[in-house]
């Protein structure tokens, strides 16, 4: 199990796409992978081992997930990001399998795909959606005003701390 951390800059790629590529690809389970500030990234992506992906500030000129969609089959947090792209449909996808899956302190003004049961929303705004897909039965912890949230399962969904 890894407890490094790495920070997406320093790989060789032509842009923050294949630069964040790289670090995922060296990353060994449990590691921490910091993105850059003021990147995009729009590659659609698939995540299968257990990450922490930090951005740099959902809020202002932070990291964000636009124009790609990400899918998580396997354990992971993403904090400080800006989840984004409603028009396209693209966000984040959480497949089954990806247990304790957990997203914190991002702004989400696209879609969140959730369907594994376990996971876990906190702190988040923007005015995009998170959607339970059927048979989950997870929960929802203290989403901000603005966010629409589909339960297509048995959720709890409120402050259930």
Do not use: Q
Not at 68 to 91: H, K, Q, V, Y
């Amino acid at each position: 199990m890894g407890n490094g951390w790495r920070h997406a800059a320093a790989y060789d790629g032509v842009d923050a796409d294949a630069r964040l590529d790289a670090a995922i690809a060296s990353a060994s389970a449990g590691d921490v992978i910091y993105l850059e500030k003021t990147a995009t990234y729009a590659t659609d992506r698939t995540i299968n081992k257990r990450l922490k992906l930090i951005g740099t500030n959902a809020w202002a000129d932070g990291s964000e997930v636009s124009g790609g969609t990400w899918t998580f089959d396997a354990e992971c947090r993403l904090e400080g990001m800006l989840i984004r792209d409603p028009s396209s449909g693209n966000g984040v996808e959480v497949a089954p399998g990806a247990a304790h899956f957990a997203i914190s302190d991002c702004v989400i003004t696209g879609t969140v795909n959730i369907d594994e049961d376990i996971a876990r929303v906190t702190d988040v705004t923007g005015g995009g959606e998170i959607v339970f897909t059927s048979n989950t039965s997870g929960r929802i912890v203290d989403a901000s005003a603005g966010i629409k949230v589909t339960d297509n399962g048995s959720n709890t969904i409120g402050d259930i701390a």
